[in-house]
């Protein structure tokens, strides 16, 4: 008997602890997240970011290009909202670490923020918060644990501040690409309609048990530039879903009335699915895959692909739509395009 009030006792404390530290980040997500940059890679590469604002072409509402300095607005809103979920367990410890440095490097253009659940790693969420992640509680999940796409969104709307708001898994990587895209969009589309970008990813095999960290937005371009890289662009898979914010809201914009409020992260479907809905509703979608490099990181293990074969829950986004196939819609549907001008610009075509 004495030994399982231990590990009863162990187990609460272990919960409490995941607790508090999810509730002291709510907390100081109100004063501002902190900067706490422990990295040399990671400062040289803010450095990158920071250059990158000067390569960036600014266009007019109208689509038309001018001088950069000159037209942009004065904006105290962050450019992207980027907001994941991690699944727990062990085997997935260094990959999500990979991308939380990922992330906060885009500091302070995007904000990246994590939903967690109590059986996340507490020194996972604790990394998170200190190099600058807002965290919060997963707002509801399906019986199987599997976050529901809308309120995620949902509550990310309610407190973000940002002209894009979007979804990305928790093992995609980026590089600079992602926020001079979104600045190209940004300033040459209609600021009033609402905008969706997605794109399809690209897959790298890493060993989800070496500790050598593979982050940094160097090596995420040095990826690009290899032949290291799986299905380049091949598969019609986006693992991100970035929307315009407007003063309404995204929740307001898209048409989520209309869709089912229980799909899930996670598990196939969701995001063609939305993409076919937003096309449907006539929401201006731009395929970003020609200017921004998503990089899945796939274990060399593939123990990822095969564990979804097993789920019993593989279907759960399927059975809600009805098997019908949209898994072709970035490849047919998508009437808009990023791409590089001769001038080395991004536009939109």
Not at 84 to 90: A, E, L, R, V, Y
Not at 213 to 223: C, E, G, K, L, R
Not at 326 to 333: C, D, G, Q
Request: aromatic share 10%; proline share 4%.
């Amino acid at each position: 008997m004495m030994g399982v009030s231990l590990i009863v006792c162990n187990t609460w404390i272990w919960f409490a602890y995941n607790m508090q530290i999810i509730q002291q980040t709510q907390l100081e997500s109100e004063a501002g997240p902190r900067r706490n940059f422990l990295s040399v890679q990671a400062n040289q590469d803010q450095e990158l970011i920071d250059n990158d604002q000067a390569e960036v072409s600014y266009g007019s509402h109208d689509g038309n290009t001018g001088n950069a300095e000159a037209m942009k607005p004065e904006r105290q809103r962050k450019l992207l909202t980027l907001f994941t979920t991690f699944k727990p367990g062990s085997e997935w410890i260094n990959i999500q670490s990979n991308t939380i440095w990922n992330w906060a490097q885009f500091y302070p253009d995007v904000q990246p923020v994590l939903y967690v659940n109590p059986n996340l790693d507490p020194l996972l969420i604790q990394r998170a918060k200190d190099i600058g992640w807002e965290v919060y509680l997963v707002p509801r999940a399906n019986e199987y644990g599997m976050p529901f796409i809308h309120d995620l969104f949902a509550v990310t709307d309610k407190m973000a501040d940002s002209h894009f708001i979007g979804y990305a898994n928790g093992d995609i990587l980026f590089n600079k690409s992602l926020t001079s895209t979104l600045k190209s969009v940004l300033y040459s589309v209609t600021q009033s309609s609402l905008t969706m970008v997605v794109g399809k990813r690209a897959d790298i095999k890493i060993n989800a048990s070496s500790q050598v960290p593979f982050y940094s937005i160097q090596d995420v371009t040095n990826a690009g530039n290899s032949s290291k890289l799986d299905n380049l662009h091949k598969q019609n898979i986006t693992d991100f879903i970035l929307l315009s914010n407007h003063d309404n809201g995204i929740m307001y914009q898209f048409p989520w009335d209309r869709i089912s409020q229980n799909l899930v992260v996670g598990r196939p479907g969701y995001d063609n699915y939305l993409v076919a809905k937003a096309i449907e509703h006539s929401i201006k979608v731009i395929d970003a895959t020609n200017t921004v490099l998503p990089l899945h990181q796939k274990p060399i293990s593939d123990y990822s692909d095969n564990n979804l074969l097993t789920q019993k829950d593989k279907e759960f986004n399927l059975d809600l739509m009805g098997h019908h196939d949209h898994y072709n819609t970035l490849s047919s549907r998508i009437s808009h395009k990023t791409a590089y001008n001769t001038n080395g610009l991004i536009s939109i075509m």
